[in-house]
């Protein structure tokens, strides 16, 4: 059961641009929600999350926005740089339980 | 401060053998998590320890098993692989789970299994 979906595998931006990770999700019970960035070879490290009493949270050039009506979140990236291509997961939390997506891959084209 | 550490990073197994893959928690940290993350795809939770005890589990049978040890360091043990069972088993390690948690995990690099 896809809990978490994140329907683009792969985006590619031009660095100084904007990038734009979008996420859907089903259970409403999902009360936290997060993303995660992969490089190769390396397990994925947290980046920035949101509250679902939040609609936006942001760090640096990292925001997270939450939509609950719509059970959708997005990560803007601006602006995009080389080192940021990676997979970025989205995960959304309840108790004891965390549901991850596919992951988007980015690629930043200098 | 020591990371998540996983081991053994790669193995190969053969169908109906058992497997146990090892992982230390970042220091101070009291909750282990097990996810297996299957090609292309998102990781999947499997279980989670907090103080020596299954306190979540996902859709996984009950031939996946764990340990969690006094140190909190953990065990993932599963039993008459399957080819299905060939996939990358992320360890990740957290402040005690609940509403009082961010739901941050630190992830381990992992250990590669592939079954034949």
């Known amino acids: ?110 | 401060e020591t990371g998540v550490t996983q081991s053994p990073t790669h193995l190969i197994k053969t169908r109906g053998q058992q497997v146990t893959l090892r992982c230390s928690s970042q220091s101070g940290h009291n909750t282990v998590s097990w996810y297996q993350q299957a090609l292309g795809q998102g990781p999947q939770f499997i279980f989670q320890y907090y103080r020596e005890e299954e306190n979540g589990r996902g859709n996984f049978p009950p031939r996946f098993s764990g340990l969690q040890f006094p140190n909190y360091s953990s065990e993932l043990n599963v039993n008459a692989l399957e080819l299905d069972d060939s996939a990358l088993y992320l360890c990740a390690s957290s402040l005690s789970w609940g509403r009082a948690n961010t739901g941050e995990l630190f992830f381990g690099e992992g250990s590669r299994l592939t079954v034949l």
């Open chain 1, 1 to 110: 059961d896809q809990q978490v979906k994140q329907n683009s595998p792969s985006l590619s931006v031009q660095e100084g641009r904007i990038s734009i990770l979008n996420c859907d999700y089903t259970n409403s019970m999902f009360d936290y929600f997060l993303w995660y960035k992969k490089y190769p070879a390396e397990g994925p490290t947290f980046l920035i999350s949101i509250s679902s009493i939040k609609d936006k949270n942001e760090d640096g050039r990292f925001t997270v926005f939450l939509n609950k009506s719509a059970k959708h979140l997005s990560l803007h990236i601006v602006p995009s740089q080389p080192g940021d291509s990676a997979v970025y997961f989205c995960a959304a939390s309840a108790v004891n339980d965390m549901r991850f997506g596919a992951g988007t891959r980015l690629t930043v084209k200098p």
